[in-house]
C-alpha cells in the first residue's frame, strides 16, 4: 500500500481540482449541469482514484486505478479544449490548466510504468 498523501500525483491533482472549480466558477450559469459539472467530476476523479488505489494490495490492483485517473485527465483535457473554443475561459487559463494536465498524465504513465516493472 501507499500513502496517497505522499504521492506527488496526489498533490498536484488536488490543486488542479481546486483551480478547475475556481475557473469554472465564471463560467456562464446556463452550464452548472452541464460543462462545469462535467470539468470538477473529471478534475476530482483523478486525485481520488490515485487515492482509492492506493489503498489496494497489489499493483496490479492500483494500476487498474492509475489507468482510471489517467483516463479522467484526458477527458478533462478535452473538457478544456472545447470550454476554451466556447469562450468560456481565457488562452491564458487554458494554457496554464493545459500544462498541469500534461504534467500529471506524464507523472502517471511514469508511476504506471514503476509499478509494472
Not at 489507468?67 to 487559463?93: K, Y
Request: aromatic share 10%.
Amino acid at each position: 500500500m501507499h500513502n496517497f498523501r505522499q504521492l506527488a500525483i496526489w498533490k498536484e491533482s488536488m490543486k488542479l481540482a481546486k483551480e478547475i472549480y475556481t475557473v469554472t466558477a465564471e463560467f456562464p450559469d446556463s452550464e452548472k449541469y452541464g460543462i462545469i459539472s462535467q470539468m470538477r467530476r473529471c478534475s476530482v476523479s483523478i486525485p481520488s482514484n490515485v487515492a482509492e488505489g492506493s489503498s489496494r494490495n497489489s499493483n496490479k490492483e492500483f494500476s487498474y486505478f492509475l489507468r482510471v485517473a489517467l483516463g479522467s485527465s484526458f477527458e478533462l483535457e478535452t473538457q478544456l479544449v472545447l470550454a476554451g473554443d466556447l469562450g468560456f475561459i481565457s488562452l491564458t487559463n487554458q494554457t496554464e490548466l493545459s500544462e498541469q494536465i500534461v504534467l500529471i498524465q506524464k507523472k502517471i504513465t511514469n508511476f504506471l510504468k514503476t509499478l509494472n516493472n
